[in-house]
């Protein structure tokens, strides 16, 4: 394993002994987990969420708001720094992809129908973020 305050560079066999099943699902194989299944979705708390791969910090609390979309959604990150867009052309659709930018964890998706004038990111995996 190589980390540095940048970057968290790890085997796959080591994210596996680092994150559970699910999290490791989400976070290195881009899966998802149904809407309204996830702790943090109605979670109205304040407080700072994390990636749970490497504990980067990705959003603030403040930043939080209710799309209705069933995954908890925020309207910019913490810092601009704090995650990586990439284009996603897969399952025949053009979405952007957001990922940790410490350590790659796939967080979901960026949707343009979130609050005008906001980064509307509707990011799928935050339950497994640690508050």
């Known amino acids: 394993m190589s980390e540095s305050a940048d970057k968290v560079v790890r085997t796959e066999a080591e994210w596996r002994a680092a994150l559970t099943p699910e999290q490791y699902h989400v976070l290195r194989e881009k899966g998802t987990e149904r809407p309204f299944t996830g702790a943090l979705t109605e ?18 609390s403040g930043a939080k708001f209710d799309s209705g979309c069933g995954w908890p959604s925020f309207t910019i990150p913490a810092e601009s720094k704090a995650v990586v867009e990439h284009e996603d ?6 979405r952007i992809e957001v990922t940790c930018a410490r350590c790659g964890g796939h967080l979901g998706h960026v949707f ?4 005008a004038s906001h980064w509307p990111a509707l990011l799928h995996q935050l339950r497994l973020a640690h508050l």
């Open 43 to 60: 979670n109205h708390d304040t407080g700072n969420y994390h990636c749970a791969a490497c504990g980067a910090l990705l959003f603030l």
């Open 112 to 115: 343009p129908d979130g609050p």
């Open 89 to 94: 052309r897969t399952f025949g659709m053009r």
